[in-house]
RNA sequence: GGGCGAAUAGCUCAGCGGAAGAGCGUCGCCCUUACAAGGCGGUGGUCGCAGGUUCGAACCCUGCUUCGCCUACCA
């Protein structure tokens, strides 16, 4: 067969990839038979948000799961990764309110309940699927045909089922309790949607008078929620309080009474005053004390965040702050204020929103967590679920055994809605899998709870609800519980650790047997990416390219401040070239060392670039270079011992450094050590397989222009010896770095010739593996030792200054017999890759004018240089090496004299140590000989 | 306040008990017909500081310093 092809000698992206991304789906290869006689290697994507657009952090994280998904399908295993989309409920809430606003100037409750759900289901249908276009752009081998939502009619019905089931068990339960309140969204949030920092504040004293003579002076960072005072405590334990224990206050601005009480509220007796003001309504802590010593809770802060009744008149309708000035003005007008100092505040705000946090008492759902994280903790301790790095495994232990009841109920409209109904004739309260409309015991109509549950509970059921659960699939006895989890640090606490526990609850198992957590994607000076900074890479970006015009215009209209769009300009003053999938998906890989954080930058990614350019035109050369390979016939061969000893050493070696690479990135992939695999693959590539292997080929692969059909018979074969290993090692390469980098990979891979028994794509052929067959230490020796001596060479040239493509005599002086023989084997190529014509010699007496080098300990470079030699230069090049040998021997003479060493060193040390300090002595004799040589010159 | 992690070449990071490594940068030489998005060579480090363990420490232990990231109801 003929395999001349021409190709560009850029490799283009961005006419590959489209073209193979349809080629897998149309045939079907992403997709896993749950049926399948195979070993079964299963990994959930983390679902993204509906609104979402895919950024890096996804790339990430999906670039390591296909990696494994890929690594495994190609290990035969019946590989599944189940995609799927998050409904997101507070994001979307938020968007559609926002568009209502905007383009009708309507609230949701101008709409209505069911309105509001048809727009927002109109919104998903339209605008749902964007993201999962952006990961088939990445070649994320998603199995397709399962997708599902967290709002699907299957992932309803599982929410149903679990929160009935756990209503009924007692794991859920209606109270009332200190919640966080989301006065903008107007919605409860969980601790977790809360950010707490500490902002500048003040820290006020109130002077509140005591019924009977005498004062008592309070401090708080809230004087505005002293409206709401039922009480002023002290400590019990404060011989300052004791004496007015008891008494009553006159509460300043309201006239209330309300008593002074002892309590634990103060953990510390002397701070401030020694006395704080107690507002049940309005603090958690505050809340508590009012419990213990039966408090009225006074509301004074409404939903919207605004001062309500019983507040006097004078402040309702104000926000918040405006209170705040308003209570303290008139305090100190009533001489009730006492000192006020600057001070450092812990303020809640939501994530979402960004509003401040009003704590408030609310009838809300709740998750008991303590049985069900008790069960999640075991399965940890156990070892049925571990996490990598491992260091995650006390964050996860600590939130774990210190875990509070979830509220898992939100006052929006899109998401799951509570399946609660109350009669409000009769008061009965039922939850039920199935709608209800009338009342069991009156038969009076009933009402549905208005609430929605929290989105990280239909996640929290994820992994199982969408291989079919609450039905028993088979798809469900396949593929749970999952292989991996692959996601962020940031979701551990809402997400991992709720899907451990509901995983453990429903299935009776772990959802998940490892947990691996990446890194943080940061720019390259270690900032979080954001669009007010303007320092954000997006994924899109990267794959398609983007002109300067382009990225600026998208950040004005998504109204960047001026200093971002400055960054921007600065940063990346030419835009972005388009680069292909392949190369960020092998840069995430590389970069993915293990360690906290990844600096990204476009320069990185164009590195990878690079790499994949080599391998492009190391392909391109060896299909200039096929013409009349059989690859049946060279498959023939390497299957026989004998075939195998008729490879030359060359290709002994490149076969046996290509097993070695092959063991390496599987060891890494085992132990999820991404960058160690690209990296082999990289080294293995660019450093063995293109700067030595193709160049030790070229000759071999040369035909004489006038050879005809008369060429050689031991010539042709030793052609196509080397056109198969060619062939070879690049179809082994390309299905080890398929996982990485699947475009360019299949691109190649199906260029190349092979045998006819293959499959269809390189996505389903069988991922390399450690052959022994091909393990030869013989071959790899004397191949190191080519490259040291050609190493040697280039460097006695270079350092006088011949231009790299003058050929010179350079005599070698070799007292070993074998090495002597593996140099005149290699003469030719020395000649070819040093450009210098070697004279192979045993020893050989002084060559004036000559330029020395010793090579280990016993081989000599012997670069005649005649009047060219720099002795001064010369002497300091060697005197340098002469004094490294002196120290190397004076370190090792130090070990070798100590007596401790020789009896307590490990086997082989000591052994180790002398021999290399034979090696340095010789080494330093040739040297020194050198040394004289050139002495005799001067 | 508590927890975790990091500190190694100019930069970004590997190495985690027995001779200091990679990529990028930098400085030379080469347009050697796969690739100049390339090839070859060089330069560059008391492995944060101070103790300790060990025959031997970048690596293990203790303390300190400086940076990250979590976490927390000090009014």
């Known amino acids: 067969m003929t395999t001349t092809t021409a190709l560009p000698k850029q490799y283009d992206p961005s006419e590959v990839e489209p073209r193979w991304l349809r080629f897998w789906l149309e045939n079907d290869f992403f997709h896993a038979d749950e049926a399948a006689a195979k070993v079964p290697y299963s990994i959930t994507l983390p679902p993204p948000n509906v609104t979402g657009s895919l950024h890096i952090g996804h790339a990430l994280g999906s670039t390591m799961q296909d990696v494994l998904i890929r690594w495994r399908r190609m290990q035969d295993h019946n590989a599944m990764w189940m995609p799927g989309i998050d409904h997101a409920s507070i994001a979307v809430h938020v968007l559609i309110e926002r568009q209502l606003k905007r383009t009708e100037s309507k609230t949701r409750q101008d709409l209505g309940r069911d309105e509001f759900m048809r727009r927002a289901w109109e919104w998903k249908d339209k605008s749902g699927s964007r993201i999962s276009e952006q990961e088939k752009l990445m070649g994320f081998s998603l199995d397709?045909?399962?997708?599902?939502?967290?709002?699907?009619d299957k992932s309803n019905r599982a929410v149903r089922e679990a929160f009935v089931k756990l209503y009924e068990e007692g794991l859920i339960f209606r109270a009332k309790r200190m919640i966080n309140w989301d006065?903008?969204?107007e919605t409860v949030v969980s601790d977790l949607e809360v950010d707490t920092a500490d902002e500048p504040g003040k820290l006020w004293e109130i002077v509140y008078p005591i019924v009977g003579g005498g004062t008592i002076t309070v401090a708080t960072t809230r004087p505005e929620t002293m409206l709401g005072d039922t009480a002023v405590a002290v400590h019990p334990d404060d011989p300052r309080w004791a004496a007015v224990v008891g008494k009553q206050v006159e509460l300043p601005l309201t006239g209330r009474l309300i008593p002074i009480i002892a309590d634990g509220i103060l953990a510390k007796a002397e701070f401030g005053t020694g006395a704080v003001k107690v507002t049940p309504a309005h603090d958690p802590n505050d809340y508590e004390c009012g419990l213990r010593n039966h408090l009225d809770s006074l509301q004074v802060i409404d939903l919207k965040g605004r001062m309500c009744a019983p507040a006097p008149a004078k402040y309702v309708g104000m926000t918040v702050d405006k209170a705040r000035a308003a209570?303290?003005?008139d305090l100190e007008a009533a001489g009730a204020l006492g000192a006020v100092k600057d001070y450092k505040v812990p303020r809640g705000r939501s994530q979402r929103s960004g509003a401040v946090i009003e704590p408030m008492a609310m009838d809300q759902w709740w998750v008991k967590a303590a049985p069900l994280a008790a069960r999640a903790v075991e399965a940890v301790d156990g070892g049925k679920t571990r996490f990598v790095p491992e260091s995650h495994t006390k964050t996860f232990m600590n939130w774990m055994t210190n875990i509070r009841d979830w509220c898992i109920s939100r006052q929006l409209w899109w998401g799951h809605r509570i399946p609660a109904w109350y009669c409000d004739a009769c008061g009965t309260v039922e939850v039920s899998r199935t709608d209800l409309t009338a009342c069991r015991t009156c038969s009076k109509p009933l009402r549905q709870d208005d609430d929605i549950l929290d989105t990280w509970f239909s996640s929290a059921l994820w992994p199982f609800s969408t291989l079919g659960w609450p039905e028993q699939t088979r798809a469900l006895k396949t593929f749970y519980p999952n292989n991996v989890l692959v996601t962020g640090p940031d979701i551990i606490f809402f997400w991992v650790a709720r899907m451990m526990m509901f995983g453990l609850h429903f299935m009776g198992k772990v959802p998940f047997k490892v947990v691996y957590l990446t890194a943080i994607v940061t720019d390259e000076n270690g900032d979080k990416m954001s669009k007010m900074k303007g320092n954000v890479i997006d994924p899109l970006d990267i794959i398609h390219g983007a002109t300067i015009d382009k990225l600026l215009d998208r950040a004005t209209a998504e109204g960047a401040p001026d200093a971002a769009i400055k960054?921007?300009?600065?940063?990346?003053?030419?835009?972005?070239?388009a680069m292909g999938a392949d190369a960020l998906r092998f840069t995430l890989a590389r970069l993915n060392t293990g360690s906290a954080r990844i600096r990204l930058s476009v320069e990185r990614v164009d590195e990878n670039k690079k790499f994949i350019n080599k391998l492009w035109n190391a392909s391109r050369f060896a299909l200039m270079n096929l013409d009349g390979f059989d690859p049946?016939?060279?498959?023939?061969?390497?299957?026989?011992?004998?075939?195998r000893a008729a490879l030359g050493v060359s290709e002994r070696w490149i076969l046996s450094r290509l097993q070695a690479a092959a063991a390496d990135v599987d060891t890494a992939l085992e132990a999820f050590r991404f960058s160690d695999a690209a990296n082999t693959i990289y080294h293995f590539l660019w450093d063995s397989f293109c700067d030595w292997y193709i160049e030790l080929a070229k000759p071999s692969l040369q035909v004489p222009a006038d050879a005809g059909e008369a060429v050689e018979p031991a010539r042709a074969a030793r052609r196509h010896v080397v056109q198969g290993v060619l062939a070879y090692v690049l179809e082994t390469t390309m299905r080890l770095l398929h996982p990485f980098a699947p475009y360019v990979t299949e691109e190649i891979w199906q260029k190349l010739p092979k045998p006819p028994q293959l499959p269809g794509s390189l996505m389903i052929t069988k991922f390399p593996y450690r052959d022994a067959t091909f393990v030869d230490p013989a071959a790899e020796a004397e191949l190191q030792f080519v490259q040291d001596v050609v190493g040697a060479a280039r460097m006695l040239k270079a350092t006088y200054n011949l231009p790299s493509s003058q050929l010179v005599d350079i005599e070698v002086r070799v007292p070993n017999d074998g090495k002597r023989a593996t140099l005149e084997r290699f003469a030719d190529a020395i000649e070819k890759l040093a450009r210098s014509r070697p004279k192979i010699v045993a020893s050989g007496a002084a060559v004036p004018g000559a330029a020395?080098?010793?090579?280990?300990?016993?081989?000599?470079l012997v670069l005649p240089l005649g009047g060219l030699i720099d002795v001064p230069k010369e002497t300091a090049r060697i005197q340098k090496d002469v004094a490294k040998c002196d120290k190397e021997i004076a370190a090792i003479d130090k070990r070798l004299e100590n007596p401790e060493f020789i009896a307590n060193a490990k086997d082989g040390v000591v052994d180790e140590n002398r021999a290399r300090r034979a090696d340095e002595v010789a080494r330093k004799a040739a040297l020194q000989d050198a040394l004289r040589t050139l002495g005799a010159v001067s």
Do not use: Y
Request: net charge negative; hydrophobic share 35%; charged share 30%.
């Open 327 to 329: 209570v303290v003005e």
């Open 632 to 643: 049946e016939r060279f498959e023939a061969q390497l299957a026989t011992p004998a075939g």
């Open 567 to 577: 960054t921007i300009k600065k940063n990346l003053p030419k835009g972005i070239e």
């Open 183 to 185: 006065p903008a969204s």
């Open 144 to 152: 397709w045909p399962r997708e599902r939502f967290t709002m699907d």
């Open 852 to 860: 020395t080098t010793v090579l280990g300990s016993d081989v000599e």
